[in-house]
């Protein structure tokens, strides 16, 4: 037998109070006295009443749904910020959608639509790439936008890290515990990440005049799998570096197995530095030396940018959040110095 739902015009027949009563309460819109609210609040949980969202959004033309677009959803940096974001979009009364593009320029422009199509009142954008076509299609959906990570100043809200700033560190805080042989693992630098972290150990190198080894650079991508094969590239290598800048955690754990497979020790033949600070690099023996990358910090400056503008708050020229990093030193880096 289905069960009737309640509805607003119940509620207020038997709180015997009007219809607009029991909207200004729900929506909270206007005032309603504290016995009333009591009463209102007690017969909504009597009746376990749901408002109707679809109903309430052709009304007032807003969905409560927000869209976050993340690269890959596997990467616990962005899953930490998908559920920050969740939990912040839920607290003002949003719901979110998320679509996991996995590193897909073409998957990045489906979700774009698609955000459109289902109504939503805004979008978070962790964008794998850095195509202008990406704000272009951004622009045809004409409602309000936050971009993360992958643009800097543009026609949206932007909120991303420092640019090679944390390669940087990690470098320059291997060349200060001795090391010259230095290598790097990263991703293909077809995206603003990938290049940018690429650029700050080249930054970091010719700023304390290292020499750069062509054989010591190893760029695939930015999971364990790929940490994995950049760990035995270098395994194999006749002269191997003895140390290596990762550029995120991922490939860090993943060339700990490598060298662990082929009898290379952590740090005393080889120094590894990560980025991110995801937990598994607290967890692993020996802890990972990383670079802070707050993914919770993250999600609130992205929501927080994104509500002012679905609600009218600030419609002024577009600002840019900037994340900062702080060097973390564990145990799997070394001094080779004496």
Do not use: W
Not at 193 to 206: E, H, L, Q
Not at 268 to 289: A, H, K, W
Not at 313 to 330: A, M, S, V
Request: glycine letters at 6%; a neutral charge; hydrophobic letters at 35%.
């Amino acid at each position: 037998m289905v069960k009737n739902t309640a509805t607003i015009k119940d509620i207020a027949e038997r709180a015997n109070v009007s219809v607009a009563t029991v909207s200004r309460y729900l929506n909270s819109t206007g005032y309603v006295d504290a016995s009333t609210a009591k009463n209102i609040a007690a017969i909504i949980d009597k009746l376990d009443y749901r408002p109707n969202r679809m109903a309430q959004s052709l009304k007032t033309k807003e969905s409560k749904n927000i869209v976050l677009v993340v690269p890959d959803i596997q990467n616990p940096f962005y899953s930490r910020m998908a559920n920050e974001v969740q939990h912040l979009a839920f607290s003002q009364g949003y719901t979110i959608t998320l679509f996991d593009s996995e590193e897909n320029y073409e998957n990045e422009k489906i979700y774009i639509k698609l955000t459109s199509d289902i109504g939503a009142d805004g979008i978070i954008f962790a964008s794998a790439s850095k195509h202008q076509t990406i704000l272009d299609e951004l622009d045809k959906i004409r409602i309000p936008a936050v971009v993360v990570n992958s643009y800097d100043v543009c026609k949206y809200d932007s909120v991303h890290g420092i640019r090679g700033l944390s390669t940087y560190l990690t470098t320059k805080h291997l060349i200060e515990l001795g090391h010259r042989k230095i290598g790097f693992a990263g991703g293909d630098p077809v995206t603003v990440i990938k290049a940018s972290r690429k650029a700050g150990f080249i930054k970091a190198m010719n700023e304390f005049e290292v020499p750069i080894k062509e054989e010591y650079i190893f760029m695939m991508g930015l999971s364990s799998d790929s940490g994995k094969k950049a760990g035995t590239y270098f395994s194999a290598l006749h002269d191997r570096p003895t140390a290596i800048c990762c550029a995120n955690d991922l490939i860090a754990l993943g060339m700990y197995q490598a060298f662990f497979q082929y009898g290379i020790k952590i740090p005393e033949d080889v120094s590894i530095t990560g980025m991110d600070n995801i937990m598994y690099g607290d967890l692993c023996n020996p802890r990972l030396t990383t670079v802070t990358n707050d993914s919770c910090e993250f999600a609130k400056k992205s929501v927080e940018a994104l509500m002012q503008r679905i609600r009218k708050e600030y419609e002024g020229e577009p600002r840019e959040f900037l994340i900062n990093r702080e060097l973390i030193i564990r145990e799997s880096t070394k001094s080779v110095k004496g």
